[in-house]
């Protein structure tokens, strides 16, 4: 029999309606509210069905077990270290595995942030599901919005679960763009960060990594909003900075530490990245 709660050493913080209703106009919970949050170990025959969808956002992490979503007309398995993302209004279902059911951390959230970072995570009805590469960061974000929840319900500890709750949805969305080790991408970005004061061909480097020059330029423009050079340079410039804060190097030697050796052509680039010369940036108060 399916049942929504009710587990052993289960975790259940609900905020009742009248004080979601009253944070929904206050500034901050305004923007982003945790209604509900919880975590469900080894949940044998969970399930929910809401053929209507409901108002909040719900996010729920799978840390153990299997189970399913059904969203968008489609059903998919749902395993460890995987995400589900289920917008406001969006009709769904999803249960645990009979045979190994699932143990899952989640929370509903509410706000005028949240079909943003919904956007940026790039959840849909239709796909529904994020796998994570930094599931213990997530979980650990879902366990201290339980955590504070239960405390109280209080104006002050509601704010403070939503700013949890806007680390954990960026999170989500850092996590689907991270570059999953041993890929082209992963394996081309390490290859530039260890050669920061070189230059390379991208034909070269796509052959590298075995891919097409377009694929590997698609892939860093979901990642990275630019090219590969584009990238490249800018970790040459984090690097320029670093030397310019903590050494005491020339600035032409600074522009071959990182592989550009015309000081002129250096400090074109870095200015035209910060908006100010080397010497104009070292010079500047910082912190």
């Known amino acids: 029999m399916e049942k929504a709660d009710g587990f052993e050493h289960q975790r259940l913080g609900v905020v009742p309606r009248p004080l979601v209703a009253a ?7 305004r923007r982003m509210l945790v209604t509900d949050a919880g975590c ?3 949940a044998q025959d969970h399930a929910r069905r809401r053929p209507q969808g409901i108002a909040e956002t719900i996010v729920i992490v799978c840390v153990a077990g299997s189970g399913w979503v059904e969203s968008g007309g ?3 398995r749902v395993g460890t270290s995987t995400a589900i993302v289920l917008p406001g209004g969006a009709p769904h279902a999803y249960g645990a595995s009979a045979d190994d059911p699932w143990t899952i951390w989640w929370c509903h959230v509410r706000g005028t942030d949240v079909p943003e970072l919904v956007d940026a995570i790039g959840a849909r009805p239709d796909a529904p599901t994020v796998t994570l590469r930094e599931v213990e960061t997530v979980t650990a974000l879902l366990d201290e919005i339980a955590v504070t929840l239960a405390r109280d319900t209080t104006p002050a500890r509601l704010l403070a679960t939503a700013g949890i709750a806007w680390r954990l949805l960026t999170q989500l969305a850092v996590d689907r763009t991270l570059a999953e080790p041993g890929t082209p991408l992963q394996r081309a970005m390490r290859y530039l960060e260890e050669r920061v004061d070189g230059r390379i061909q991208v034909p070269e480097l796509a ?3 075995g891919i097409s020059p377009s694929h590997l330029a698609a892939l860093f423009r979901e990642a990275t909003g630019g090219g590969v050079l584009a990238h490249h340079t800018a970790l ?5 900075r670093a030397l310019l804060d903590t050494t005491d190097l020339p600035v032409a030697d600074v522009g071959r530490q990182v592989g550009m050796d015309d000081p002129f052509y250096f400090s074109r680039q870095f200015r035209r990245t910060h908006g100010v010369s ?3 940036y070292r010079e500047t108060r910082k912190g």
Do not use: I, Q
Not at 23 to 29: E, L, Q
Not at 236 to 240: F, S
């Open 207 to 209: 052959a590298m990594v």
């Open 23 to 29: 944070a929904s106009s206050r500034p901050g919970t």
């Open 40 to 42: 469900f170990p080894r």
């Open 236 to 240: 040459k410039m984090a690097r320029a």
């Open 278 to 280: 080397p010497r104009g």
């Open 74 to 76: 489609t059903r998919t």
